[in-house]
């Protein structure tokens, strides 16, 4: 796949580098922050090879890419060098107050979650390892690899500071001195030697004596309320010592601020909420992990899932442990990932299959987005035999009090994180909650889904003078090829992208002369700044992808030449490109040439009618509804 085009082209989709305020990823999607997200071209982006889905929820535009994310991120980045820096801008934001709350919740828990994951497999191998009495609990090795998992626990005020500071765009060094203060170890003696009845004064300020190793909530706020005060510090600063002062005056005011008021209201806000999660688990511990269980694949849908990640976070961190956010999750991703390998075992549409197995497969370690659009919300039912073996699952959990002691991207992969207290038994019910779910899942999915089958009607077959026109009453397509040369399957293409149909399933031509003719009436609805490739829409929906040569993007368009432009209305035989055959040789890159039917999915069989040499009104493929 070419990285560097897609990301070209997503730019262009989301209205263009003007209209993008921020940018970040998680392990699936591209996160933008848009100034009018009306301009976003959300159905070009979704047809766009590459991109698995795109939504607008919970205050940003998500494209759906799947595990290639951080590649394509990269490329953004590189296009737009000052998405890197997070610039800040002077547009209103206009979203509503929760989008707000859950695009900046996202942007903070986001970039920690892989030292979290880390520390907490790191606990869970432990765990095991004490478990079977590989080593004891008392020993040097147990010590060491103790505190090496314990880190990112313990000093999570400091990551959380970094990336607070990132998105509140204000100084992260000093935010991550913050973090600093509230776990300096003379604090941390201070608090654990005072005597009860005793405080802490600082210049006559009551410092309540509280210890924020492992917290959540003190340090976000006292980064936000960073990101008033330097500005303050700034301005008042003169700009002859304004290095030394700026820096002086913010530390001097909010780390103060933070020790005698924001560190124990934070603290009071986390114990508020685990002790409301304690109620509500003392009244009926099986609620909150149904209800999470099976109504995550709608959180994850609108992008407001990483809203449920701090409370997990939170409980881990105040009480060990959590029993309601991450169990419930298990029973939610895995019910997906089950649900779309149901879809991959029934159908009997290759490409289907193929999307439907990757796509579940990769569920069940955790990562759900490409089952859930690219199969579980496109096809309904699986998304509902996900929704009851989630549901089913997270109710199990639930009645035992399942325990998570570390998170981790939900899923097959992370069972070790329910690894905890020395024993084994949470483990074993986690793992019992998550064959429920995907038995539950597996069956009903099954069951229920249906390949889409449109009946065709008895009608009198046309003849054809092999010009692409349409026979057998709009029921059959029939494409020219769109070269002279020698007819090839896509598998025997050097570029996985084509020859495992990633894109969709077609044929190619090995020309021997450089011009790229319509293989069917249409309009031009995509070209390409390096002009190695068009893409065309027809009357009927079929969407052709014509991209000549491998790689030759790389050229940057020299040795091609357009003869249209986006949006021609175009005919079967009208000249499209014309291109140097041994140029594009010289310079080291094939000119095998694909033709692909981006939207294959749509269509019931796509058939290539020979493998021999073609001109280029020679009948080649055969698309049929």
């Known amino acids: 796949m070419n990285y560097q085009q897609l990301a070209q082209t997503i730019i262009e989709h989301v209205g263009g580098d003007k209209n993008i305020q921020g940018l970040n990823h998680c392990a699936t999607r591209l996160r933008f922050n848009l100034k009018d997200e009306k301009k976003a071209q959300t159905e070009a982006i979704k047809k766009t090879p590459g991109v698995m889905g795109a939504v607008a929820k919970g205050g940003q535009y998500q494209v759906i890419i799947g595990s290639d994310v951080g590649t394509v991120y990269k490329e953004i980045t590189q296009i737009i060098p000052q998405l890197n820096d997070d610039a800040s801008s002077d547009e209103e934001d206009d979203r509503g107050r929760v989008a707000k709350v859950i695009d900046t919740i996202t942007g903070i828990f986001t970039p920690i979650l892989p030292a979290i994951t880390a520390a907490g497999m790191l606990k869970a191998v432990l765990s095991l390892l004490v478990v079977f009495g590989v080593i004891e609990n008392t020993s040097q090795s147990y ?19 970094s990336s607070a500071a990132a998105k509140f765009k204000t ?18 003696t201070m608090v654990n030697t005072l005597e009860d009845g005793q405080g802490i004064a600082f210049f006559g300020l009551p410092i309540t004596a509280i210890g924020y190793g492992s917290s959540v909530i003190p340090i976000i706020l006292a980064v936000w309320f960073m990101s008033y005060v330097e500005p303050i510090a700034d301005r008042v600063s003169p700009k002859a010592v304004k290095f030394f002062t700026k820096p002086l005056i913010t530390i001097a005011i909010v780390g103060t601020v933070a020790l005698t008021i924001i560190g124990p209201f934070g603290h009071l806000i986390s114990d508020y909420i685990s002790a409301g999660i304690q109620a509500l688990e003392s009244f009926s511990p099986w609620i909150v992990p149904l209800i999470i269980g099976a109504f995550t694949p709608l959180f994850v849908a609108t992008g407001t899932h990483y809203g449920l990640v701090p409370i997990g976070i939170n409980n881990r961190m105040t009480s060990g442990y959590d029993t309601v956010i991450y169990p419930g999750m298990l029973a939610s991703n895995v019910s997906q990932g089950a649900a779309a390998l149901a879809v991959s075992f029934k159908s009997k549409d290759s490409t289907v299959k193929q999307l439907a197995s990757s796509a579940g497969l990769t569920a069940l370690f955790g990562i759900t987005e490409p089952a ?29 009090r399942v325990r998570n002691f570390s998170g981790g991207a939900p899923g097959l992969l992370t069972l070790p994180s329910y690894i905890g207290d020395d024993t084994l038994s949470y483990f074993t019910f986690a793992a019992i909650g998550a064959a429920i779910s995907i038995v539950v899942s597996f069956i009903i999915s099954y069951v229920l889904y249906k390949d889409k089958v449109e009946e065709t009607p008895e009608v009198d077959e046309k003849t054809t003078d092999m010009t692409g026109e349409t026979t057998l009453a709009n029921q059959t397509i029939t494409l020219v090829s769109p070269l002279k040369g020698q007819a090839l399957p896509l598998s025997q293409v050097p570029d996985e992208m084509f020859s495992e149909e990633i894109l969709g399933k077609g044929m190619a031509v090995e020309p021997t002369v450089g011009m790229v003719t319509s293989p069917v009436d249409g309009v031009i609805s995509a070209t390409f700044d390096s002009r190695h490739a068009v893409g065309i829409t027809t009357d009927e929906g079929l969407e052709l992808l014509i991209h000549v040569g491998i790689d030759t993007v790389q050229l940057e368009g020299k040795g091609f030449e357009y003869a249209i432009t986006k949006g021609d209305r175009i005919n079967v035989g009208d000249l499209l490109i014309t291109f140097d055959i041994d140029y594009i040789k010289e310079q080291g890159y094939p000119v095998t040439t694909p033709l692909v039917i981006t939207n294959s999915a749509e269509y019931g069989d796509i058939i290539g009618l020979t493998e021999q040499t073609v001109t280029n009104k020679d009948p080649l493929i055969r698309v049929v509804k």
């Open 372 to 400: 859930l659009y690219g199969v579980n919300l496109r096809y309904k039912t699986p998304l509902y035999a996900a929704m009851i073996g989630g549901g089913v699952g997270g109710l199990f959990m639930g009645i035992f």
């Open 143 to 161: 010590q060491v690899m103790d505190f090496m998992a314990d880190a990112a626990f313990y000093f999570l005020p400091i990551l959380l500071a």
């Open 171 to 188: 100084n992260a060094y000093l935010a991550m001195m913050l973090g600093g203060i509230l776990l300096h170890p003379n604090f941390v």
